[in-house]
């Protein structure tokens, strides 16, 4: 990182830690990898965007890990944000995102800050968006069977 430091590398290697649990030094990498990608936005949002809402919602899922739930709801709403208003221009390719934020929401609260109604709604809604989605990629798949897993697990509550 230090010899040939991008955004690209910082992001890569962030996501590295966090796959291999390393939440406390990824943090900070995602934090700074987002305020380059915020940068970057103002000049380009159009191909920045995706970027700062995948950053967002990365942190946010550390965040809540790590019982930041504030914080953690704050980058997801964010995330949330970007990908919707993505989506309005792109669905075909922001839908799925959009539904992967919906997703970490809806488990957000069924676990960190319990609120069956709203963990509900959020996987409600990515069924809703995902289960006439014309092309059904993997990705997709996995959303709408995570999404049904949500509602069967609060139904459970």
Do not use: C, W
């Not at 995948?54 to 964010?78: I, P």
């Not at 996987?123 to 798949?141: C, G, I, M, R, Y």
């Amino acid at each position: 990182i230090n010899s040939f430091k991008t955004d690209e590398n910082l992001f890569e290697y962030a996501y590295f830690l966090q796959r291999h649990n390393q939440f406390n030094k990824a943090i900070p990498l995602y934090k700074e990898v987002l305020q380059i990608y915020r940068g970057l936005a103002k000049v380009n949002p159009q191909a920045y965007l995706p970027y700062v809402a995948n950053t967002l919602n990365n942190l946010g899922n550390l965040q809540q890990e790590n019982n930041k739930t504030k914080e953690a709801f704050e980058s997801h709403k964010e995330a949330l944000q970007i990908r919707r208003e993505l989506s309005e221009t792109n669905p075909q390719a922001y839908l799925p995102d959009v539904a992967m934020t919906l997703i970490n929401l809806s488990i957000f609260y069924l676990k960190f800050e319990p609120d069956r109604d709203k963990s509900i709604a959020y996987a409600q809604e990515v069924l809703d968006l995902l289960l006439s989605f014309p092309n059904k990629t993997h990705a997709v798949e996995q959303y709408i069977e995570k999404a049904k897993t949500l509602l069967r697990l609060n139904k459970k509550e």
